[in-house]
């Protein structure tokens, strides 16, 4: 059995959030085919629980803290560096003796960096096979930042974060054997953006638990008899998920509550910002914090909302609440990198005037609607076993001049470890 250095940003454990559910199933299949050495940060204290779940899967773990404050710190001395504040985040001194050590005793060949963050790890570790999986075009979600930015300064720091990482992440591309990204969609833009190293540019989707998600389950509803229900899920101390409910909230739901006085709109998502516990202060608007299960609140909500106005990639929100038949209310930066189809019923589309009249349409329904065609298009497309079979592929093939994954096949996992 070989070995993989698997460096993570986050501790892929569990799959609660977008990050994480994709490494989450790395990891997984990691561990049934190589000895895993993972290095990874906590930086939320709820995850320190999730120690012993990991432990089991890997040979051997470096995990660092990394709390608000010492990324904050870290990110002021990258920025007195002249470096992306994304990668001074990761500085640390301690993982990085750990993969200095690491590399000296063992003879490890290959290394799959998760997020770019912890890429300079390896960056001078040119005898291994390197992978990098970008997940997104971060660089350009900070550039997104930028345009939504109110004031002067915070705009200046997104617009250098975002040229200082689009630098970084070329850097990367044109080092590594390959780098990876969540959509196909998402991976055509990179080659774009580094046509140079088009060749070992791929795009492997997210899949979809099919069991987890599965709208047969029964569940009691968490909502009060009589409510009519349009709910977001997601982490809501993520920036972009911030904008997007606060947008909703401003801009479609007075739309919507002066038709409907039995509406309501719940926000639902652990470690909500003092901006997103404000609008629990308006009429019709909920916000739940962190649940112990959100399945429920997609199950007897009338419509999902998707409005994320800063995204890239695919969301996991979107799939899940396809897999769930729920009606999705969505914008289009929501619904990138998922191709649409016949069935799907609600809207995508940036107008708040379309989105509220969407939303009436169903809440106006006897009871909450389901959409089996969306369960069954989400998982045709993203099937989490075709997905990590690609990716395997990836990882076995990755070295200059190798046969791109689309020529590879299934014949390449007869290769690997």
């Not at 080659?191 to 099919?210: K, Q, T, W, Y």
């Not at 401003?250 to 409907?260: G, N, S, T």
């Not at 045709?380 to 093939?397: A, I, K, M, P, Q």
Request: charged residues 25%.
């Amino acid at each position: 059995m070989q070995s993989v250095l698997f460096l993570c940003h986050r501790l892929p454990w569990p799959p609660s959030k977008g990050d994480k559910i994709r490494s989450y199933h790395v990891l997984q299949r990691l561990a049934e085919r190589y000895r895993v050495y993972l290095g990874t940060f906590v930086d939320d204290p709820a995850d320190w629980r999730h120690l012993a779940p990991v432990e089991a899967l890997c040979a051997e773990m470096c995990i660092r803290p990394l709390p608000p404050w010492r990324a904050g710190w870290r990110a002021l001395a990258a920025l007195t560096r002249g470096e992306a504040l994304t990668v001074g985040v990761y500085r640390d001194r301690v993982m990085r003796h750990w993969v200095e050590r690491l590399l000296a005793e063992h003879k490890l060949e290959l290394a799959l960096c998760y997020s770019s963050g912890v890429a300079p790890f390896v960056m001078r570790h040119t005898q291994l096979r390197r992978v990098m999986d970008f997940v997104d075009v971060d660089s350009d979600k900070w550039h997104q930042y930028a345009q939504q930015a109110r004031g002067g300064v915070k705009r200046m720091l997104y617009r250098r974060e975002a040229r200082r990482l689009a630098e970084f992440e070329r850097t990367i591309a044109t080092q590594f054997d390959a780098s990876v990204f969540v959509s196909e969609a998402e991976a055509a833009f990179f080659r774009h953006l580094v046509p140079e190293s088009a060749g070992r540019v791929h795009g492997i989707p997210n899949g979809v638990d099919a069991g987890y998600w599965d709208p047969q389950r029964a569940c009691s509803s968490p909502y009060r008899p009589g409510e009519r229900v349009v709910v977001f899920v997601g982490a809501m101390d993520y920036s972009a998920n911030v904008d997007a409910v606060r947008w909703f909230a401003q801009e479609v739901w007075p739309r919507i509550a002066a038709r409907r006085q039995d509406a309501r709109f719940y926000i639902v998502g652990s470690r909500p910002t003092a901006a997103v516990r404000a609008l629990g202060q308006l009429a019709g608007i909920t916000v739940t914090g962190r649940v112990e299960d959100v399945r429920p609140y997609l199950a007897h909500a009338h419509a999902v909302a998707a409005p994320l106005r800063i995204a890239r990639g695919i969301q996991n929100k979107v799939l899940e609440a396809l897999a769930m038949e729920k009606v999705l209310l969505a914008t289009p930066a929501a619904y990138a990198g998922v191709a649409d189809f016949a069935g799907r019923q609600g809207c995508i589309d940036e107008s708040p005037e379309v989105m509220a009249a969407e939303a009436l349409r169903w809440l106006d329904a006897p009871q909450a609607v389901r959409v089996p065609a969306a369960r069954a298009e989400v998982l045709s497309r993203h099937d989490w076993v075709r997905s990590l079979d690609t990716y395997e592929n990836v990882l076995c093939n990755a070295q200059s001049g190798a046969a791109s994954v689309e020529t590879v096949g299934t014949a390449g996992l007869e290769a690997c470890p």
